[in-house]
């Protein structure tokens, strides 16, 4: 018999990214439209455990489209990853009357909405994180956003490295996953790019392309380097005494997570929340809404926490090829 779903929760979990206040207001007007009352939990699973929420509605999400961060703040609980802080979970959800909750985040926000599913409650996923490194979509919300920030400051740097004649390291984000820092690289004409999911070795894919690139005339480096990989003042260390050029270090940190998200990521996150109440609507629960090949998915949500992403590798024939002619 079909479930109906009469008043549901909305959270967002983990590393904020930009675009999941797009998410947020998807869900909570698709919920209005389909007379489903909406609940907002703030700081995620531990605004769960502590029942901090706030009541939506179609004119509480006036105005957040355009804007990065997260609405409804966002935490990491070490709490609830003990079946004692679950339950106390669980009990909110009771108390608040939660036929259901959407879950906006990553790999660690499913595994906390799973918890939540095998205690009884129905959840549905929407992948939102600057990484896109979960196996089960295509994109992940957030992803533009960054790349499109890492390229405007590295850009910016361009700008610097030519006027002095320097080599610049700069450090992009992305967690253990390497499509950020290709991503970014081939935009940007890097050099060179060293991401975690490809072993390389530093003669080869550092010194010599820097070497060739001097040798067709350049006399600034770009080299972009994912957070995974390592130190980079180690790997500014080696480029010193390899080639002898004295390379400037930028981390570009946190600032890749913030400002208004772009015009794929608003537009992803809306038909991603618009579906995962949909889904709810129609009686489905317990998956993660992606996309595939541009089309929107639903997944369950066990099946997908399985799936694996393996970077494209022939981004970077691309990258090599347009090397030959920096």
Same mark, same amino acid.
């Given at each position: 018999?079909?479930?109906?779903?009469?008043?549901?929760? !909305?959270?967002?979990?983990? #590393?904020?990214?930009?675009?999941?206040?797009?998410?947020v207001?998807?869900?909570v =007007?698709?919920a209005?439209s389909?007379?489903?009352?909406?609940?907002g939990?703030? =700081?995620? /699973?531990q605004?769960?455990?502590?029942?901090? %929420?706030?009541?939506?509605?179609?004119?509480?999400?006036?105005?957040?489209?355009?804007?990065?961060?997260?609405?409804?703040?966002?935490?990491?609980?070490d709490? %609830?990853?003990?079946?004692?802080?679950? $339950?106390?979970?669980? &009990?909110?959800?009771?108390?608040?009357?939660?036929?259901?909750? !959407? !879950?906006?985040g +990553?790999? *660690?926000? %499913?595994?906390?909405?799973?918890?939540?599913?095998?205690?009884?409650?129905?959840?549905?996923g929407?992948?939102a994180?600057?990484?896109n490194?979960?196996?089960?979509?295509?994109?992940?919300? *957030?992803f533009?956003?960054?790349?499109?920030?890492?390229? +405007?400051?590295?850009? =910016?740097?361009?700008d610097t490295?030519? @006027?002095?004649?320097r080599?610049?390291? !700069?450090e992009?984000? &992305?967690?253990?996953?390497?499509?950020?820092?290709? /991503?970014?690289?081939?935009?940007?004409?890097?050099?060179?790019v060293?991401?975690?999911?490809?072993? %390389?070795?530093?003669?080869?894919?550092?010194?010599?392309?820097i070497?060739?690139s $001097?040798?067709? #005339?350049?006399?600034?480096?770009m080299?972009?380097v994912a957070?995974?990989? +390592?130190n980079?003042m180690?790997?500014?260390?080696?480029?010193?005494? @390899?080639?002898?050029?004295?390379?400037?270090?930028?981390?570009?940190?946190?600032?890749?997570? &913030? *400002?208004?998200?772009?015009? =794929?990521? $608003?537009?992803?996150?809306?038909r991603?929340?618009?579906?995962?109440?949909?889904?709810?609507a129609? &009686? $489905? @629960?317990?998956?993660?809404?992606?996309?595939?090949h541009?089309?929107?998915?639903?997944?369950?949500?066990?099946e997908?926490?399985?799936?694996?992403?393996?970077?494209q590798? /022939?981004? /970077?024939?691309?990258?090599?090829?347009m090397?030959?002619?920096n």
């Open positions: 018999m079909e479930k109906k779903f009469k008043r549901i929760g !909305v959270l967002t979990s983990g #590393g904020d990214s930009p675009g999941m206040n797009a998410a207001r998807a869900v =007007r698709t209005v389909n007379d489903i009352e909406c609940v939990i703030r =700081r995620g /699973y605004g769960l455990i502590n029942a901090d %929420f706030i009541r939506m509605t179609g004119t509480t999400v006036n105005h957040i489209l355009t804007s990065g961060g997260t609405m409804l703040y966002t935490a990491r609980s709490e %609830f990853m003990d079946e004692a802080g679950q $339950r106390k979970a669980v &009990g909110t959800c009771k108390m608040l009357g939660l036929d259901a909750v !959407v !879950v906006i +990553g790999d *660690g926000t %499913f595994r906390g909405g799973l918890a939540l599913s095998h205690m009884g409650i129905p959840v549905v929407i992948p994180t600057i990484d490194d979960l196996g089960c979509t295509n994109y992940t919300i *957030g533009d956003t960054a790349c499109n920030t890492a390229i +405007g400051c590295i850009d =910016r740097l361009r490295m030519q @006027s002095h004649e080599c610049s390291v !700069v992009v984000m &992305g967690r253990n996953a390497g499509y950020l820092a290709l /991503y970014v690289g081939i935009a940007v004409g890097a050099t060179a060293l991401v975690p999911e490809r072993e %390389f070795n530093f003669q080869r894919d550092v010194v010599e392309r070497q060739n $001097r040798l067709a #005339g350049n006399t600034h480096f080299i972009v957070e995974g990989v +390592g980079v180690e790997i500014s260390k080696k480029i010193h005494e @390899s080639v002898g050029i004295d390379p400037r270090v930028t981390v570009l940190g946190h600032i890749q997570r &913030g *400002g208004s998200p772009t015009a =794929r990521d $608003r537009e992803t996150a809306t991603m929340g618009y579906y995962a109440v949909k889904a709810l129609e &009686g $489905r @629960s317990n998956c993660i809404i992606g996309t595939q541009g089309d929107i998915v639903e997944i369950e949500i066990e997908a926490l399985k799936m694996e992403k393996h970077l590798m /022939y981004r /970077y024939d691309v990258l090599e090829a090397g030959l002619s």
